[in-house]
């Protein structure tokens, strides 16, 4: 898949339905009728169908906000008060914080990371790299927050208590995060060498917004409207069409721009022409039909992950790795790799948590390793790693969301990078290791 997306650049939904077909005919000669390998692909796909409905209704978000005037808001507001010379560290702090409150890295991403990329274009900094920084600091948030999803799931399948698991994943996450943030800092120094000329530039870029929006305080109230939902604990789907009927309400009202033309955008994207080819690169985005093609990688992606899995080529891949663990330490270590390479492979994140736990569960035991052990490590490796893998549901989203496709954005996304390389080190080391009788 890496060999033909980058290589040869066959679009990943083609490649994934040829290694689909590759691995059916496969189970097919294995033994398995048409029948179980059809149910293994339904199966597979089934367990994202919530994946994909937050999907489509973060498309409707992604356009009506626009339309809205909350992402143009953002983004000035962040022009006026972010110099070119913080963008980075700023982007990455913003969205840790705004993660860690709301527990969820796709809203984060697909709202204020938005407007944060749309902010480092307008600086003429590479939105690739400011990508790298939303995605960190979205996954950062996500980690630890005890709203996120994925920090509930992990602790739940290594059988320990939240608190215990957030408690212990802050020994491996805090000091990946300082490297990340050192990383976005020094970089920031290397890309911003003509601060004069650039402010220069966002003047234009402001004019050109102010004109073409009604940027009135009223406009944030969307965005206000997902972050209190998110607060109270409502369902994720229940938090973005609440926010995308705020949004259209507003582009209705606020924009003076009729009903049928902001449901419109929130369909098909938001579409505005201005004497600046930039604000047009920025805001010509988002809507439902953007984010059909990161649909078609997750259905792809999953059903493949379901012929995987049924065909008993992973579990066969674990049991034979299992067999060679020896220590406490090579058993983390190899936690954290299956995990990122669970991945890979079934294209899923919590499909990655969720059978590298099943997995691993028993062994934990066995070495009187405490449960948290297992939980931390499922994180370290399965969260953070998959928004890097184009074809998995997370790097899929976050190429649609920030417009940046997901190999562009990889090598700045320094807090995912680093984290499983912190985790396995200090394991290394003995560092953090505790057991039952600790």
Not at 10 to 27: E, V
Not at 47 to 59: E, N, S
Not at 164 to 179: D, E, F, G, V
Not at 332 to 342: L, P, R
Request: aromatic fraction near 8%; charge should be neutral; proline fraction near 5%.
């Amino acid at each position: 898949l890496f060999t033909g997306t980058v290589l040869f650049k066959i679009p990943i939904p083609l490649l994934l339905i040829i290694a689909a077909t590759l691995a059916g005919i496969k189970s097919y000669f294995l033994g398995h009728n048409w029948s179980e390998i059809e149910g293994s692909i339904v199966n597979g796909i089934k367990g994202t169908l919530p994946a994909i409905m937050i999907l489509l209704t973060v498309g409707i978000l992604s356009g009506s906000f626009i339309a809205s005037g909350t992402i143009p808001l953002l983004i000035d507001y962040g022009l006026k008060l972010i110099h070119p010379s913080w963008i980075l560290p700023a982007a990455y702090i913003v969205c840790c914080i705004s993660s860690l409150v709301i527990g969820s890295s796709w809203t984060t991403a697909a709202t204020i990371g938005v407007a944060l990329v749309g902010m480092a274009g307008a600086m003429h900094i590479s939105p690739a790299i400011c990508a790298g920084a939303v995605v960190s600091g979205a996954y950062f948030g996500d980690k630890l927050s005890p709203l996120s999803d994925t920090t509930n799931l992990a602790p739940g399948v290594s059988e320990t208590d939240l608190f215990s698991h957030i408690r212990a994943m802050m020994a491996t996450t805090i000091p990946a995060w300082a490297l990340a943030l050192t990383g976005f800092i020094v970089l920031n120094i290397y890309i911003v060498p003509d601060t004069t000329t650039r402010i220069e530039h966002i003047e234009s870029l402001l004019q050109t917004l102010e004109s073409s929006f009604n940027l009135h305080p009223v406009t944030i109230l969307p965005l206000a409207v997902v972050f209190i939902m998110a607060l109270v604990r409502f369902p994720a789907v229940v938090i973005l069409l609440s926010g995308s009927t705020a949004a259209i309400l507003a582009g209705w009202l606020a924009q003076s721009q009729s009903l049928l033309s902001v449901l419109q955008y929130a369909y098909s994207g938001y579409t505005i022409h201005t004497n600046n080819e930039i604000i047009n690169n920025l805001l010509n985005r988002g809507g439902i039909v953007s984010f059909l093609e990161t649909t078609l990688i997750i259905l792809c992606a999953t059903g493949l992950g379901g012929i995987w899995e049924s065909g008993g080529y992973i579990t066969s891949l674990h049991d034979n790795l299992l067999h060679k663990i020896k220590t406490s330490r090579m058993l983390i270590i190899s936690t954290v790799i299956t995990a990122v390479i669970s991945n890979i492979i079934m294209a899923e994140q919590y499909l990655s948590i969720v059978m590298t736990g099943r997995i691993y569960k028993d062994a934990y035991k066995r070495k009187k390793l405490q449960p948290f052990m297992l939980s931390r490590s499922l994180e370290d490796g399965g969260t953070v790693t998959s928004p890097l893998v184009p074809w998995n549901s997370c790097g899929a989203f976050m190429s649609s969301a920030l417009g940046v496709p997901t190999l562009h954005y990889l090598p700045f996304a320094f807090f995912n990078l680093v984290m499983p390389v912190v985790a396995i080190v200090l394991t290394a080391f003995g560092l953090f290791i505790y057991r039952k009788n600790d």
